[in-house]
Structure formats: structure tokens, C-alpha cells
């Protein structure tokens, strides 16, 4: 069983510039995380969906950052326009339901210059 | 608010001897508890769980404690080995079971040959 892909997995742009992050969870899980690692500090929540819908967007930092879950599978993670400290490492997760496992993808390196 | 955080950034440890990794959370409330390690270019990976209701759990050389009295968790990894450097998160996961993971800083583990 495939499990938690996230593309690309370094990504370096310029400031002012466009990136999205994809992330494709485990087949059949319903709920889908985002987190953010940011130079060495913990791993910060960014947002959780259920299916498609968004359940918590709690800890996005700010209407530059915009995540999608169209149909329920894979999500993606838009940041337009990068700034200097949105570098860090972004993690998806997914889990099929509550007080389960939640698995983790091998992250995608930001870093905007 | 809610955080979970650690005593140590770092802990080296030689090889063979058995190393504990110490976690504080805040949130009386909190039900659900995660060890994750975090290999160099990996997601967190799932170590071992322990729900409010138990004190103790253990794994293979791995072994969790909770104690709710202080808010305080610690993993034990016994007869570490080379493949255990890495970073160690804790985690509490909310009251439902499928919420946000709060992480804590994460403690980096040295294994000396």
C-alpha cells in the first residue's frame, strides 16, 4: 500500500514568486493534515480536512497561504506571494479516522530566497 | 493555550545504553498522546501511542509514561542503537481523536557508537 506521497520534495523560489505543494494521502483516508516545520522548531499545525471540506484552518498563518481538497483525494497547498519565512519543511498527513494512526509524507522543502 | 514542549534539545547517548526523552503538555484535558521520530529527509514516523487512561504502555524497546498528575510523558528507548538518532516529537491530539497533532519542540537523540 502506497503511503503519503507529497511532490515536489525541495522546492526553492524568489520571494513574490508562487508555489504548490501536492500532497496525495493514503487511499480511503478521509482526513488530510498540513503542517508546517519551520528552521528547527516543532511542527506547527496548519489545517485538517474531511474529505473535501475544511474542518480546521485554524493555524494558517495568513491569507497568503490557500489549501484545496477538490473531491476528496489529493490536497494542495498554494502560497502566493512567497515571503522569506515561509521557508521550512510542509508536511501532509492522513488518517482514516479518529484515534488512528496518522501517517506522514517525507515533506517538501521550501525555501524562498 | 494548549502546548506540549520538552526539557532538552539534545541528548547523546552511547550506544547500547538506554535513553529517556522527557515531554511536558499544559492541557489537563488532553486524552491521546504520540511519540513520532523524525529521520533526516523523513516525515515523523509513528513510535508508540498511550491513551489518559493508562500510565505505562510499551513496544518493542520502546515504553511510554504518562503521568497526568504532572503533565508530563517520557519515552524510554532501551539498548539504543546507531538507527535510533534521530528527533523525537511528542504529540497530544485533542479530545476527539481526529483533531490537530500539537507538537513539541522535539528533542534530537545521538546515538555514540
Known amino acids: 500500500e502506497a503511503g503519503v506521497t507529497q511532490f515536489p520534495s525541495h522546492s526553492v523560489i524568489e520571494k513574490g514568486q508562487t508555489v504548490t505543494l501536492r500532497c496525495d494521502p493514503i487511499?480511503?483516508?478521509?482526513?488530510l493534515y498540513w503542517y508546517r516545520r519551520v528552521m528547527g522548531k516543532e511542527i506547527k499545525f496548519l489545517l485538517h480536512?474531511?474529505?473535501?471540506?475544511?474542518?480546521?484552518e485554524s493555524g494558517m498563518p495568513n491569507n497568503r497561504f490557500l489549501a484545496e481538497r477538490t473531491g476528496g483525494t489529493y490536497s494542495t497547498l498554494k502560497v502566493q506571494p512567497a515571503e522569506l519565512e515561509d521557508s521550512g519543511v510542509y508536511f501532509c498527513?492522513?488518517?482514516?479516522?479518529?484515534?488512528?494512526?496518522?501517517?506522514f509524507g517525507q515533506g517538501t522543502r521550501l525555501t524562498v530566497v | 493555550g494548549e502546548s506540549v514542549g520538552l526539557h532538552l534539545p539534545t541528548l547523546s547517548v552511547q550506544e547500547g545504553d538506554n535513553s529517556i526523552i522527557n515531554c511536558a503538555y499544559s492541557?489537563?484535558?488532553?486524552?491521546?498522546f504520540i511519540w513520532y521520530k523524525q529521520e533526516s529527509g523523513k516525515g515523523p514516523q509513528f513510535i508508540i501511542d498511550?491513551?489518559?487512561?493508562?500510565d505505562k504502555r510499551q513496544g518493542q524497546r520502546v515504553t511510554v509514561l504518562l503521568n497526568k498528575t504532572v503533565k508530563h510523558l517520557s519515552l524510554q528507548i532501551a539498548a539504543t542503537q546507531p538507527g535510533d538518532s534521530a528527533v523525537y516529537f511528542c504529540?497530544?491530539?485533542?479530545?476527539?481523536?481526529?483533531?490537530?497533532?500539537?507538537f513539541g519542540t522535539g528533542t534530537r537523540l545521538t546515538i555514540i557508537p
Open positions: 498527513a492522513s488518517r482514516s479516522g479518529a484515534n488512528t494512526e496518522a501517517f
Open positions: 487511499s480511503g483516508h478521509d482526513n
Open positions: 480536512f474531511v474529505k473535501e471540506s475544511k474542518q480546521d
Open positions: 492541557n489537563s484535558a488532553s486524552d491521546y
Open positions: 498511550i491513551r489518559s487512561n493508562m
Open positions: 504529540a497530544e491530539n485533542g479530545l476527539f481523536g481526529n483533531e490537530k497533532l500539537t
